[in-house]
Antibody, heavy 122, light 107 residues
Framework: QLHLQESGPGLVKPSETLSLTCTVS??????????WGWIRQPPGKGLEWIGS???????YYNPSVKSRVTISIDMSKNQFSLKLNSVTAADTAVYYC??????????????WGQGTLVTVSS | EIVLTQSPATLSVSPGERATLSCRAS??????LAWYQQKPGQAPRLLIY???NRATGIPARFSGSGSGTDFTLTISSLEPEDFAVYYC?????????FGQGTKLEIK
């Protein structure tokens, strides 16, 4: 059974970098040929797809954050990561990692982590 | 960027009745539209993909229809556990945006 778990600091200061990791169990990132994605949800608001990375390392970012975001894969740890720099209060959200339902496509997502709340505040 | 507009924002329906939720795209997304259900404090759950296909384990009372710019999620007979927020998402072109959500509440 596939399981995704987000981890990282719950509090980040304005202008600093938000860093989160998604640990995957029950599947191998390197051999599964899936894309792996990050989605966020500000408190009380809707969902925003941030970006995705392929098993080969190709990345796809939402233009709304493209200049500030980096998604990477660490196959040795079976993890993928999100870095968002120059954060502001508008980046406060629950951040989810997720995997699509089939290989070779970026969405829709049928496996999700539980989500982790990141607050941007001094 | 394709904008998905969901209506209504809030829908009040009694258990056992039918609920019909709408998602309209600002340009054609063919049939590349999915629906998710989200309950408080939980991650979204995929219900429908490619407009009309139920995801694994989704009860038959959930159905999706539409193509192009107009889509509908229908819940034929509401169960107590169906009251939640529902989102649509397209995968037609970059970026893959979500609608703003419809809250389905108990009448």
């Amino acid at each position: 059974q596939l399981h995704l778990q987000e981890s990282g600091p719950g509090l980040v200061k304005p202008s600093e970098t938000l860093s989160l990791t998604c640990t995957v169990s029950g599947d191998s990132i390197s051999s599964s040929s899936f894309y792996w994605g990050w989605i966020r949800q500000p408190p009380g608001k809707g969902l925003e797809w941030i970006g995705s990375i392929s098993y080969s390392g190709s990345t796809y970012y939402n233009p709304s954050v493209k200049s500030r975001v980096t998604i990477s894969i660490d196959m040795s740890k079976n993890q993928f990561s999100l870095k968002l720099n120059s954060v502001t209060a508008a980046d406060t959200a629950v951040y989810y990692c997720a995997r699509p339902m089939v290989r070779g496509i970026i969405a829709p997502f049928d496996y999700w982590g539980q989500g982790t709340l990141v607050t941007v505040s001094s | 960027e394709i904008v998905l507009t969901q209506s209504p924002a809030t829908l009040s329906v009694s258990p056992g009745e039918r609920a019909t939720l709408s998602c309209r795209a600002s340009q054609s997304v063919d049939s590349y539209l999915a629906w998710y259900q989200q309950k408080p404090g939980q991650a979204p759950r995929l219900l429908i993909y490619d407009a009309s296909n139920r995801a694994t384990g989704i009860p038959a009372r959930f159905s999706g229809s539409g193509s192009g710019t107009d889509f509908t999620l229908t819940i034929s007979s509401l169960e107590p556990e169906d009251f939640a927020v529902y989102y649509c998402q397209h995968r037609s072109n970059w970026p893959y945006t979500f609608g703003q959500g419809t809250k389905l509440e108990i009448k």
